[in-house]
């Protein structure tokens, strides 16, 4: 089956780190452009950074957070570093083999990719 599956989301104080995973099953994800989607409380879904032949990082995480990919272990990360109250969300990756910019693919928060994860929380507060 085609599966998506985020981990590595949990409670931390501000300042500090998670690394978020994105395994793909089913699909070579290095075909593929990945990306990882937040949604917040009473906010809509939007792109956080996304990788296909280059990296794209919204501004308000630029600086912060580190997108990459396993291509042996099929899977991408989200390196997460100085974390702030406002990043609190679930998190969520998506893959389409369409060979999107990476940019593009941030700016379609909504779309229908051909792969969706489940989503991992994060929370960030003292």
């Known amino acids: 089956q085609v599966q998506l599956v985020e981990s590595g989301g949990g409670l931390v104080q501000p300042g500090g780190s998670l690394r978020l995973s994105c395994a793909a099953s089913?699909?070579?994800?290095?075909?593929?452009?990945v990306g990882w989607f937040r949604q917040a409380p009473g906010k809509e879904r939007e792109g956080v950074s996304c990788?296909?032949?280059?990296?794209y990082y919204a501004d308000s995480v630029k600086g912060r957070f580190t997108i990459s990919r396993d291509n042996a272990k099929n899977t991408v990360y989200l390196q997460m570093n100085s974390l702030k109250p406002e990043d609190t969300a679930v998190y969520f990756c998506?893959?389409?083999?369409?060979?999107?910019?990476?940019?593009?693919?941030?700016?379609?928060?909504?779309?229908?990719?051909?792969?969706w994860g489940q989503g991992t929380e994060v929370t960030v507060s003292s």
């Open positions: 990788i296909s032949n280059s990296a």
């Open positions: 998506a893959a389409d083999p369409f060979p999107f910019a990476a940019q593009a693919m941030c700016a379609m928060p909504e779309a229908d990719f051909s792969s």
């Open positions: 089913g699909f070579t994800m290095d075909a593929y452009a």
